[in-house]
């Protein structure tokens, strides 16, 4: 084969792989069906420049992709997970207080497995490295990779645990500013539900992500106070349940919702500042530790080296 035939082949393919490039970014610039008929369907909340945000496809994530050509071997993995560790009821939970609640539990159950290939495969990697030098068991290579898979699973776990803890976590620093500006909506004189829209349409986080799905529940018919139990059921975070509670009860009874609103918005201050002062306080022993142990040593050794070189100087 001449050099020219040599040369021609790197060039086709990298040019077939431009127009494969090229014609799968055109694909991807073309509107989605969602963006267009679900704002006609359901509540969909807007941005400020009146623009719908990009609604992410089941078919677009990498787990979605791998499930589609490894799908027989994932979904037998997944049940054989699920059966193993159960608590699908608590996954289900953590992954709505996660904020990810267009994922389902085997969904979950499948990214679990490939975290545990991918601790199987890390694992096998060592092990492989470890044969080639002649110092590796087939046995306890055999057992260390079905320890690398265990591990992966548990830590994906572990992961949306994480995940459940940041997002409370930013539940509660967003909590006092929304309360606040639902509390100055509705002393303005607006309605709770359109007072919910302006700070739902005002603020991004998590808390506004939650107060838009109750806004969504309300504008589909669901009464405002069962709205806001149903927030209160699902969340995780004791003060949003307990604003969401206050809410639905003087939406019932007519109690004065701006004062409600001040009040929890207090609360959580208040709670916030405790939380600084009961973590000062835990943390003290550990801020006294680099003090103790560098410096009062370094203070004392350079209070008494000079006396002790001294002593040695006039010493005969």
Request: aromatic share 6%; charged share 20%.
């Amino acid at each position: 084969m001449s050099t020219t035939v040599w040369g021609g082949l790197p060039g086709g393919t990298a040019a077939a792989g431009l127009v494969l490039v090229a014609l799968r970014v055109v694909v991807l610039r073309r509107p989605q069906l969602a963006v267009r008929v679900l704002p006609y369907l359901r509540d969909v909340p807007r941005r400020e420049s009146g623009t719908v945000p990009a609604l992410r496809s089941a078919s677009s994530s990498p787990t979605t992709a791998a499930a589609g050509i490894f799908g027989p071997f994932l979904r037998s993995a997944a049940d054989v997970v699920e059966r193993v560790l159960g608590g699908s009821t608590s996954v289900r939970r953590r992954l709505d207080r996660a904020g990810r609640s267009d994922v389902t539990v085997h969904d979950f159950r499948v990214e679990q497995v490939l975290w545990g290939v991918a601790g199987f495969a890390v694992v096998a990697a060592i092990q492989l490295v470890r044969a080639l030098t002649g110092t590796a068991d087939p046995f306890a290579a055999l057992l260390l990779c079905a320890v690398g898979f265990a591990c992966g699973v548990l830590l994906r776990d572990n992961r949306l645990s994480s995940q459940v803890r940041l997002r409370e976590q930013e539940i509660l620093v967003e909590f006092p500013t929304v309360a606040e500006l639902l509390a100055l909506a509705v002393a303005a004189g607006e309605s709770p539900v359109a007072a919910l829209d302006r700070v739902v349409r005002r603020s991004h986080g998590a808390l506004s992500d939650d107060l838009a799905a109750v806004l969504a529940r309300i504008r589909t018919g669901e009464p405002v106070a069962g709205a806001f139990d149903g927030l209160a059921a699902s969340t995780g975070v004791p003060l949003v349940a307990r604003f969401a509670t206050g809410i639905s009860v003087a939406i019932e009874r007519g109690t004065p919702l701006a004062d409600v609103l001040h009040a929890q918005a207090a609360d959580v201050r208040e709670a916030g500042r405790r939380q600084l002062i009961e973590s000062a306080a835990r943390k003290e022993v550990a801020m006294l530790a680099p003090v103790v142990f560098l410096v009062l040593p370094v203070t004392i050794l350079f209070a008494f080296f000079p006396g002790v070189i001294g002593l040695r100087l006039t010493t005969p």
